[in-house]
Each structure stands twice: as C-alpha cells, then as structure tokens.
T-cell receptor, first 112, second 112 residues
Framework: KAGVTQTPRYLIKTRGQQVTLSCSPI?????VSWYQQTPGQGLQFLFE???????NKGNFPGRFSGRQFSNSRSEMNVSTLELGDSALYLC???????????FGPGTRLTVT | GESVGLHLPTLSVQEGDNSIINCAYS??????FIWYKQESGKGPQFIID?????DKRQGQRVTVLLNKTVKHLSLQIAATQPGDSAVYFC???????????FGTGTKLQVIP
C-alpha cells in the first residue's frame, strides 16, 4: 500500500511569511505526528494528532500549529517564519496505540 | 529533562563484519524503545523495537539489547552490508501516545 506522502517536498520562503505543509498518512492510520529535523537539534517532536484532536505537543512556540481532518490527513502551519525554522519537516503515521511509526520523505523548508 | 543520547557520532565497519550502535537514555521511566534507520534524502525507517519488560529482541540480521540497570540500549547488525550505510537513531516513546524523543544519531559507514 502507499506510504506516507508529504507535499510539497521543497519550499523556499522569506522571513515573516507563513507556510502550510501537508501530510497524507497510510490508509487506516489515524495517528499523525510531526517532527522537525535540523543538523543542530536533530529530530524534535512537534505534535501528534488522532481523530482530529491534538494529543501531544512538543516544546515549540505557538507559531507552529497543526490540524487533522476527518480523513486523517494533516497539515501543519508555521506563521511569521524565522531563519531558524529552516529544516526538514517530517510527518509520521501509525495505528492508534502502535509503537511503530511510518515516516514520509519530509518537506525541506528553507527560510531566507 | 528526559533525553536520549548516542555514544558515537560515526561508526565505520568493514563489509561483512558485525556493527554495534549504542545509545544511552536518561528517563528511567521509559518503557518503550525504537531504532530507526535514515538514509540520505529519506525519512526514518523503523528497524526494531523493544519494551522495557524485555532484555533482548531479534529481527532479521538485527538484535536490540536493553540494559535497564545502566539505561543503555544497543543495536547489533550482523554481517553488515553496504545498504546498511545510514544514520541510526534510537528513540523513546513515552506517555502511551506517539510522542517520540529521538537521540542524536550515529552515522554508520560500511567499508567495501
């Protein structure tokens, strides 16, 4: 079956702008998590959604937000972009309660 | 706060040899651990997991060992192949939901 898909794969934005990233989980997976990956900080948990509800949130400012739709697809939004937001944003999906997560290829965001 | 760290940033291994990647964690309440492999340009890929009520778990060519006394986790790869070259992350899944704390990663280089 199809894996986790993320769009767009690459994005270039300017400081102060906002951006929306999209994630389509594997069919049947209702839990979607987002991570930020940078060379300096590694992989950091952003938030996790299940049944359109945010269940967990990492230590990121309020500029980072997300949502999940009834079909389990998820979006994350970053407002007022800063240079430090340049990163690979990864989405992962899983069955509820399952430890194993399946990651998408990520969206590479560059803020100039 | 809780953290998951790795002993070595880079590991070089001859093809055919066994590889051992180590990981230390600090949260003694952690009860579930996962190893991921990330190849260049891709998202992390699940390798194997282990729960805290186990000391050892084996998969295909991989074995994870857990020592709760010293809060140490290791991944052993038998007969290392060039396709094993990647960055390996240990991770802790806490709270019953998909909030995963990743280690900093170890880059495995397989020498032909």
């Amino acid at each position: 079956k199809a894996g986790v898909t993320q769009t767009p794969r690459y994005l270039i934005k300017t400081r102060g702008q906002q951006v929306t990233l999209s994630c389509s989980p594997i069919s049947g997976h209702r839990s979607v998590s987002w991570y930020q990956q940078t060379p300096g900080q590694g992989l950091q948990f952003l938030f996790e959604y299940f049944s359109e509800t945010q269940r967990n949130k990492g230590n990121f400012p309020g500029r980072f937000s997300g949502r999940q739709f009834s079909n389990s697809r998820s979006e994350m939004n970053v407002s007022t972009l800063e240079l430090g937001d340049s990163a690979l944003y990864l989405c992962a999906s899983s069955f509820p309660g399952a430890g194993e997560q399946y990651f998408g290829p990520g969206t590479r965001l560059t803020v100039t | 706060g809780e953290s998951v760290g790795l002993h070595l940033p880079t590991l070089s291994v001859q093809e055919g040899d066994n590889s051992i990647i180590n990981c230390a964690y600090s949260n003694s309440a952690s009860d579930y651990f996962i190893w991921y492999k990330q190849e260049s340009g891709k998202g992390p890929q699940f390798i194997i997991d282990i729960r805290s009520n186990m000391d050892k778990r084996q998969g295909q060519r991989v074995t994870v060992l857990l020592n709760k006394t010293v809060k140490h986790l290791s991944l052993q790869i038998a007969a290392t192949q060039p396709g094993d070259s990647a960055v390996y992350f240990c991770a802790e899944n806490s709270g019953g939901y998909q909030k995963v704390t990743f280690g900093t990663g170890t880059k495995l280089q397989v020498i032909p």
